[in-house]
């Protein structure tokens, strides 16, 4: 859908912010809860009208925030590292990386920016990555989050480029009126407007990138039929319990986590002022003691402290249990120390499910992401490739002894090229590959031509061929 007319891009503009008002307050709400800005009431926590500074000094204490580890447990296992074209003649894809993984991935620096994309997505269900014909590079990539941009699609589960799209680029205010400037997103441009909620949207640029399609991909927490959450947002109850749990485990360690002394019986002396003077110096060093045959003394008890740290731990396994994340990422102990290999990926065979699921979604899109720059550049081919594939590393934690151990036998016992088992090796990145390639190929060379001018098994070197003579014998 183009906008063309004034009335097109207010009404654009006006379906577009709507949409942006009844998603920002989830949006919102996530964000504090996963960058712990949230206290009190908000976080889990009740506080009294007239708690005193202490009080609301043990609440801000008492935030013991893990959802910030369910997304990075997740997205540290997510990493492109090669994109691979279709082969010749609509064949397998091939083992090196596509022309557009030197000329648009490497220059707009996705190797570290990718991480963006996936952190929002989980996080809120859904980010967003433009794509335009760039300036440095033959095209550039932005990773952009659901806070910040907006997308209409015409059929949200099914469709792969968006109807219209709004980024937001700063809001101010002026004579107390918020004035937004944003970036209206069609399929032949890109529009800068600035509005208010009271006057006309004033436009203050138009650029043409011409690419067929709205320049916007989506990349999802994964992919359904409606809008997924992402992993914060279900977790949320869980987490105000766990302040909660936390706060009343403050409260007990302040005040009852030692022994409290108790007498009675006692006349209370006063000074000249009528004030009582305290009858004892408490301290752990010293004896308590009266001369009244009245006298008795005795203790409180300590709280148990173990009922709040059993508690917490309970949440920290349910939260473990429902974001499919090991146990051992959130506790210490408690029953998953001292255990075998084999039990440590039972244990992690959830979460490696996960992440495969999560590299299925992202993978589309990023393949989806990388065909527009081709687009954006000028490149047919790379835009018409829908067989290609992104590479994700392996991160998988295996030892390197095992893992050699078992490519070996892959090797030798089904006769596999040891070249395509590279890939599988942990920590090998691609430029790794390459390079042993490089090496490989260079070795061989070495190795021909040495065959060659010695006359190796094999070779046809300078005494090939000829028949052998008596020394001093002429040849």
């Given amino acids: 859908m183009a906008l063309e007319t004034a009335d097109q891009i207010k009404q654009a503009l006006e379906v577009l912010r709507n949409t942006r008002s009844r998603e920002q307050s989830r949006l919102e709400r996530i964000a504090r809860f996963l960058h712990d800005s949230v206290t009190g009431a908000v976080a889990g926590v009740y506080v009294p009208r007239r708690a005193t500074r202490e009080y609301r000094l043990l609440v801000d204490q ?3 925030n893990v959802l910030d580890l369910v997304v990075t447990a997740v997205a540290q296992n997510l990493y492109v590292d090669g994109f691979r074209p279709t082969g010749p003649g609509g064949r397998a894809p091939t083992s090196d990386n596509a022309p557009i993984w030197d000329a648009v991935w490497q220059p707009n620096r996705m190797d570290a920016r990718q991480s963006a994309i996936y952190r929002d997505a989980i996080s809120y ?9 760039g300036d440095t590079a033959p095209a550039a990539i932005t990773p952009l989050s659901a806070r910040r941009l907006t997308a209409l699609y015409a059929d949200p589960a099914n469709d792969e480029w968006p109807e219209l799209a709004m980024e937001v680029d700063h809001i101010r205010t002026v004579e107390r009126r918020k004035v937004m400037t944003v970036r209206l997103y069609d399929e032949a441009s ?47 109850p869980v987490q105000q319990q766990i302040n909660q749990t936390t706060f009343g485990l403050a409260m007990a360690l302040q005040y009852s986590a030692f022994r409290q002394r108790w007498a009675t019986g006692m006349e209370i002396q006063e000074d000249e002022n009528g004030n009582p003077i305290e009858p004892f110096n408490v301290a752990a060093d010293q004896m308590l003691q009266s ?42 102990g408690a029953g998953v120390s001292n255990i075998s290999a ?71 016992m089904l006769g596999l090229p040891v070249e395509i088992l590279w890939e599988r090796l942990p920590g090998f990145t691609q430029q790794d590959i390459d390079r042993a390639r490089q090496l490989v190929q260079e070795r061989d060379a070495i190795s021909a031509l040495d065959r060659l001018v010695n006359g190796a098994p094999g070779g046809q070197g300078a005494g090939a061929g000829r028949e052998p003579t008596l020394a001093g014998t002429p040849g």
């Avoid at 939260?319 to 090991?326: D, E, F, R, Y």
Wanted: proline content about 5%; glycine content about 6%; overall charge negative.
């Fill in 342 to 412: 084999e039990a440590l990926a039972a244990l992690e065979a959830g979460h490696r499910q996960d992440i495969a699921e999560h590299q299925v979604s992202f993978g589309e899109s990023l393949e989806q992401t990388l065909r527009l720059a081709g687009l954006a550049m000028g490149d047919r081919a790379a835009w018409e490739d829908m067989s290609a594939q992104v590479v994700w590393r392996d991160t998988t934690p295996r030892s390197l002894g095992q893992v050699a151990d078992a490519l070996g036998k892959l090797a030798q």
């Fill in 190 to 236: 890109v529009i800068t407007v600035e509005s208010d909620d009271q006057l006309a949207p004033r436009v203050l640029s138009v650029e043409q990138h011409d690419l067929g399609v709205v320049p916007i991909v989506r990349f999802r927490d994964r992919y359904g039929m409606g809008v997924s959450p992402g992993k914060v947002e279900p977790l949320i």
């Fill in 62 to 64: 008492s935030r013991f």
């Fill in 125 to 133: 269900g859904v980010s967003y990555a433009l794509v335009l014909p």
């Fill in 291 to 332: 001369d009244s045959p009245n006298t008795k003394f005795g203790t409180f008890e300590q709280s148990d402290l173990s009922s709040y740290l059993n508690a917490r731990d309970k949440q920290l396994l349910h939260i473990a249990s429902v974001a499919q994340i090991p146990p051992h990422n959130l506790l210490v």
